[in-house]
């Protein structure tokens, strides 16, 4: 039975059924599938996603799958660690997760002085890639004409990306806003308040509030990949 209401997601679990409401073109049933990723494992779960995935009615053929659904291999269940960064003219932010799991958050504040914010960004981001190992780096994608200085510092970024061999994942502002609550969310802090409730470490780490920005777009690329 269908549950129909408004869903904000306040863990990663819950998270995780939201996209998957989206992904099965059913987020007025948003909270029944809370409810099915409780009673399911997660790989029962993407294995039976897997089964209906190019049906027309995908909700329907995913409840018929769901009950004889093998569990997929835990191989298939993505633990790859991904760097989420966002810029801003005057600041830069970034956190780092393995999975689901938040392993660091931290930023900067940027020089009005274009040539002392490009060394400090930089120098910022090699910092972490020194540190931690990570595959992708998940930027948000620019809508509009923004500034010259936020131009250059996103070049930069993708410019020492690719020179690190990372993989590059950009993703449009409006499809994170999507992502995190049904009726969907319209407002940065709205995503802001429930990022923080999902991970109420960020409260206390530097870098505020732009962590809550990397780290909203770091989850939606990491939980997205399970589905692909």
Not at 6 to 35: G, K, M, Q, W
Not at 64 to 89: C, G, H, K, N, Q
Not at 101 to 114: F, Q, W
Request: net charge positive.
């Amino acid at each position: 039975m269908k549950t129909v209401g408004r869903l904000r997601p306040s863990t990663t679990d819950e998270y995780f059924a939201l996209l998957l409401a989206a992904r099965l073109n059913d987020l007025v049933a948003a909270n029944h599938y809370v409810e099915l990723c409780r009673k399911y494992a997660p790989s029962q779960i993407l294995g039976a996603y897997q089964g209906c995935k190019d049906s027309l009615n995908r909700a329907r053929a995913f409840h018929a799958e769901l009950d004889r659904a093998e569990p997929l291999p835990p191989s298939f269940l993505p633990t790859a660690r991904t760097a989420a960064i966002r810029v801003e003219r005057r600041a830069v932010a970034i956190v780092v997760f393995a999975g689901d799991h938040l392993k660091h958050a931290d930023g900067v504040h940027l020089s009005t002085s274009i040539d002392r914010a490009r060394n400090t960004a930089a120098a910022f981001l090699e910092k972490i890639i020194s540190k931690f190992r990570f595959e992708t780096l998940a930027i948000e994608a620019i809508a509009g004409s923004p500034d010259v200085q936020r131009t250059q510092l996103l070049d930069d970024v993708r410019q020492i990306a690719h020179e690190a061999g990372l993989a590059v994942a950009e993703v449009a502002e409006t499809e994170i806003f999507r992502s995190f609550g049904h009726p969907r969310l319209r407002a940065r802090r709205d995503t802001r308040e429930v990022i923080s409730t999902i991970f109420p470490v960020l409260d206390q780490a530097s870098g505020r509030p732009w962590t809550y920005d990397a780290a909203a777009l770091g989850l939606f690329v990491q939980t997205d990949r399970l589905f692909n």
